[in-house]
C-alpha cells in the first residue's frame, strides 16, 4: 500500500504558522528597530539644537512604540508561532516515517490531523492566555 499524503487540513496549518512566524518576527524586528532609532534621535536632537517641539515628537513616539511593543507582543506571537510551527513539522516528518502511533496508512491521516488540531488549539490558548489582562480568568465577562 502506498502512503498516504499529508492531510490538506495539515498542511494548511503548517503554511499559516510557517507564513506567520516570518510576519511575526519582521514586525517585532522592525518596530524594535524603529524604537531604537528614535529613542537615540532624542538626544541627537538636543545636540544640535533642533526645536523643542522635535525632541518632544521623537520622545512621544518612542514612548507611543514602547507601549505598542508591549500591546501587540509581536516578540511573544514570534516565540508561539515558531513553535506550534516545529511541532507541526516535526509531526509530519514522524507521519512521513510512519513513526509510533503513525505505522497504519490507514489510521495515520486522521491522527496527525487530530494532532495537529490539538497543536493549533494549544497555541491558541495559550495566544489568548497572554491577551487577558493580569488578574483575569477565562470566566470573567
Known amino acids: 500500500m502506498e ?3 499529508v492531510p490538506p487540513s495539515v498542511t494548511v496549518r503548517g503554511t499559516w ?3 506567520n512566524m516570518r510576519s511575526a518576527r519582521w514586525r ?3 518596530l524594535d528597530l524603529t524604537i531604537l532609532v528614535l529613542a537615540a534621535g532624542v538626544p541627537f536632537a538636543v545636540a544640535v539644537k533642533a526645536g523643542t517641539w522635535v525632541v518632544a515628537l ?3 513616539l518612542t ?3 514602547t507601549g ?3 500591546v501587540f507582543d509581536l516578540q511573544g506571537d514570534w516565540i508561539s508561532f515558531t513553535r506550534a510551527n ?7 516528518v514522524r507521519y512521513k516515517q510512519g513513526l509510533n502511533e503513525y505505522s497504519d496508512p490507514v489510521a495515520a491521516p486522521g491522527i496527525l490531523a487530530a494532532c495537529v488540531e490539538r497543536i493549533t488549539a494549544a497555541e491558541t490558548g495559550a495566544w489568548a492566555q497572554r491577551l487577558m489582562p493580569p488578574g483575569a480568568s477565562e470566566t470573567d465577562s
Open 63 to 65: 514612548s507611543l512604540l
Open 86 to 92: 516545529l511541532q507541526i513539522e516535526t509531526e509530519v
Open 68 to 70: 505598542m511593543r508591549h
Open 58 to 60: 521623537l520622545g512621544s
Open 3 to 5: 502512503w498516504p499524503d
Open 28 to 30: 517585532a524586528r522592525l
Open 17 to 19: 504558522y510557517q507564513q
